[in-house]
């Protein structure tokens, strides 16, 4: 480009002398460089820093390699109580070359493991592991072993999972809960049949998708037409940080902010949902379930609510913290109604021979029996883990809205 103007040709020759002169100055008041050797020199842009690692590794075998760099480090663990093993699996990691830690296990089963790895005795997450799963006070690294066809990622149509706030007027703040959509929800404009989700104590919204695979279940479940397309709505359960304050009449038992809860799903999260999304808002439509905890709130809700449910699946727990005549006297009135009763399609129980809440859950079944309800209960294999939550949401999920 010309520049014609006097004036502008006189200030860019001004600029460029103060540069040159500002330039001269400071080379003459500086020593001279001295060569910066591999300890000093900083990185260039991009460049890694430490040796490249690979964590996990999920070997084809089913054999997993945990792997961390920590130079200074005096012992390393894992923390994995879902990853079969007992007290004779060690869980140590030993340091190799480049002070990077490693622990192979397995083979291990088909499945999703959530783990963290302890340095010294302080948990961390995996550092070379993107994939996390959130509970109510902290985060997980998570694997996936594949070789469970009923939860993998395989290809099929696949639904979305979307984070979505709204505003609780129960609680007063907002809250989030995790909402699931079938493949063709969008471009679409069906109504759908809505199953209601709910997690154990100290998880969180984010659990059911990122350690309980409900998503690929579901997708799975669909494409080869052994369940209905449904949307599956997955609320915060925690109503504050986990405690266990107890509530006025249990005992001293914690109750986990249930009454909280409560409130919030029937005076928000189902109006929210129903609101907002294409559902069949009717109880033939309607169906709810929940593991541990949230297995309790399952049947607070829909006990109390029973012409609202067709529809509920109880997974390793009871009425938890509360004597039969204490739910007998508090539900009389829903218990003794035959209308609703019978208008309830399936009422759905499944927990492990090694759950430490097997009794309650034949105590429920029993207590619901009495009254002229017709609850289904399947023994499982297993404990309180995610390794029977996966199959229960897999064999609860086709029997509905049939």
Aim: net charge neutral.
């Amino acid at each position: 480009m010309r520049i014609t103007n006097r004036w502008s040709i006189g200030i860019i020759s001004v600029l460029i002398g103060m540069g040159a002169l500002v330039a001269s100055s400071t080379s003459a008041q500086q020593p001279p460089a001295r060569s910066a050797g591999p300890a000093t020199r900083p990185a260039a842009r991009g460049q890694r820093r430490g040796p490249q690692i690979n964590s996990p590794e999920v070997r084809e075998d089913r054999r997993v390699t945990f792997r961390i760099h920590a130079p200074k480090a005096q012992a390393v663990r894992l923390n994995a109580g879902d990853i079969p093993g007992g007290p004779g699996q060690s869980r140590a990691f030993t340091k190799g070359d480049n002070d990077v830690w490693k622990l192979t296990l397995g083979p291990i089963d088909p499945g999703t493991y959530r783990y963290t790895i302890d340095v010294d005795g302080v948990a961390t997450v995996d550092p070379h592991n993107p994939a996390i799963s959130e509970s109510n006070e902290n985060a997980w690294s998570v694997v996936h072993v594949p070789g469970a066809a009923f939860m993998d990622e395989n290809d099929v149509p696949h639904g979305a999972v979307a984070a979505v706030h709204y505003h609780s007027s129960a609680l007063g703040r907002d809250r989030r809960m995790h909402v699931y959509t079938p493949p063709g929800y969008e471009a679409g404009q069906d109504k759908y049949p809505v199953l209601y989700l709910l997690h154990g104590a100290s998880d969180s919204d984010d659990s059911w998708t990122s350690v309980g695979r409900a998503n690929f279940i579901v997708d799975n479940l669909i494409a080869a037409k052994k369940a209905k397309p449904m949307i599956v709505v997955m609320p915060a359960g925690h109503t504050g940080r986990f405690s266990f304050n107890a509530a006025p009449g249990s005992g001293g038992r914690p109750n986990f902010g249930a009454n909280a809860f409560e409130q919030d799903f029937t005076q928000d999260i189902r109006p929210y949902i129903e609101k907002h999304y294409r559902v069949l808002a009717d109880r033939d439509h309607r169906a709810i379930a929940g593991l541990s905890m949230g297995r309790a709130q399952t049947l607070n809700i829909s006990l109390a609510r029973l012409a609202d449910y067709g529809y509920v699946g109880v997974f390793s727990s009871g009425l938890l913290f509360r004597q039969p005549e204490q739910v007998e006297k508090e539900l009389a009135t829903e218990l003794n109604d035959a209308s609703a009763k019978s208008g309830l399609k399936l009422l759905w129980f499944s927990t492990g021979s090694q759950d430490f809440l097997l009794n309650q859950t034949r105590q429920t079944v029993d207590l619901l029996k009495k009254h002229g309800l017709n609850p289904v209960f399947q023994q499982s294999q297993g404990g309180h883990t995610w390794i029977n939550w996966h199959h229960y949401l897999n064999e609860f999920a086709p029997q509905l809205f049939q």
